[in-house]
């Protein structure tokens, strides 16, 4: 399958607009490549982020297809999967193949940052289309930018404007960052330190750790030893799971220090229980039990997969049928007109409000701040958050007229 120029520029936007209302206006044919919609679905599968994402991902994007009626306009859609195992060079390397062998219309899924940025390469190399939704570093929209690209679900930009501004105003002021040593970690250190120092406070000190990493017991001593009122977890999966594990056997909040988890995920507090991670602030992007529409979704995932979703495994399929709708309405799967097709469309399903897709790729929606609840205030196994406050769409992410992307500043 062989793909135009896809050069993303205003003037390239209001081209595939047309395009896209010429198709549906006239009735055409569907002008589908290789007369079907191929979907590769990659993520960590067996390791650090494989219950975050990994196979409950895929079962999200699978129940897309099929809510769908598993064809777009007459045109089987297909879906592959491949687990990247973390491995920027791994995920670059299945794309490659993906383009080569598969004709992949669309690359769905990606997690780990470092993944996500080597394979956007990749599209762009290749004139594809990818939506990101469980990859967490701002620098994906931003500096790493693409026109072949968008970037669903969260990113460290709100996670630190939502826990990291909370933490500070109540009282919060000086912290010790333990992050994880690459891409994403990075960029969650960056973005926190901005927002505490902005808010009066101050990082007295930091350590970064491999990813991932199973003994904490060195860091943990660090943290404790810098004296600091917060400790900063700018990491996630099994690397937050063993931080706080640890930081609780060697007695951090007892001896007046407190947690602040700057990514936590369900299934980390699930795991963890609520005796260890109560009263723990934490964003997220959505929340299975926030409103009738996610219960609704949430009690269909439940009853397919045997747990609750984590807000990127609704993410992927809240991507998944936009990105279905907006093939269907276009009558093709051609990148270029897609991209921009799906941009001009407004986000609001059972996991977005509020949410649209920027010229930088960024799907921005309302996030909220969240607080775990006691295991008193529990009343299930899987009711683990309260809803403290909404972040609004155009709050919560990083301005425009801060951003490093080209399809911005061009």
Not at 38 to 53: M, Q
Not at 68 to 84: L, Q, T, Y
Not at 207 to 227: K, M
Not at 342 to 349: G, I, L, N
Request: a negative charge.
């Amino acid at each position: 399958m062989t793909f135009n120029s896809m050069t993303f520029n205003k003037k390239t936007l209001a081209s595939s607009i047309a395009l896209a209302a010429t198709l549906m206006a006239t009735g055409a044919q569907a002008q589908m490549s290789d007369n079907e919609v191929r979907i590769g679905y990659l993520a960590d599968l067996s390791g650090t982020y494989r219950d975050l994402a990994g196979p409950g991902g895929l079962e999200a994007l699978k129940m897309a297809v099929e809510d769908f009626g598993g064809e777009v306009n007459g045109v089987p859609i297909d879906v592959f999967s491949a687990d990247d195992r973390n491995s920027a060079d791994v995920g670059a390397t299945t794309v490659r193949s993906w383009f080569d062998q598969e004709n992949v219309d669309l690359v769905a899924g990606m997690v780990a940052s470092s993944v996500t940025i080597a394979v956007t390469n990749v599209l762009e190399e290749n004139n594809g289309l990818g939506i990101v939704s469980g990859s967490a570093a701002s620098s994906i929209t931003n500096e790493h930018c693409t026109p072949n690209h968008i970037h669903w679900v969260y990113d460290t930009y709100p996670l630190a404007n939502g826990t990291a501004k909370a933490v500070v105003e109540q009282g919060g002021d000086t912290w010790f960052m333990l992050t994880a040593d690459y891409a994403f970690g990075h960029a969650l250190e960056a973005d926190v330190t901005k927002v505490v120092e902005e808010n009066g406070g101050e990082v007295v000190g930091g350590v970064r750790h491999p990813f991932p990493t199973s003994d904490f017991s060195s860091y943990i001593l660090q943290a404790q030893g810098s004296g600091a009122d917060i400790v900063g977890l700018a990491n996630a999966g099994s690397d937050t799971v063993n931080a706080i594990t640890t930081a609780s056997q060697f007695g951090l909040t007892q001896s007046g220090q407190q947690l602040a988890g700057l990514l936590i995920f369900l299934n980390d507090v699930h795991a963890m229980g609520l005796e260890d991670t109560q009263n723990l602030l934490l964003t997220t992007g959505w929340y299975w039990n926030m409103d009738d529409q996610a219960r609704a979704w949430s009690d269909r995932y439940f009853d397919r997969v045997g747990k609750r979703p984590t807000m990127v495994q609704a993410g992927v399929y809240s991507s998944t049928m936009h990105y279905l709708e907006t093939v269907a309405e276009a009558g093709t799967d051609d990148p270029e007109t897609i991209r921009a097709a799906m941009a001009e469309r407004p986000v609001e399903d059972f996991f977005s409000r509020n949410g649209h897709i920027r010229e930088d790729g960024r799907m921005v929606h309302d996030m909220y701040l969240a607080r775990v609840k006691t295991p008193e205030e529990s009343q299930g196994e899987w009711d683990l958050y309260e809803i403290l406050a909404t972040i609004p769409a155009e709050e919560a992410y990083r301005p425009l007229s801060e951003s490093q992307c080209d399809l911005v500043n061009n």
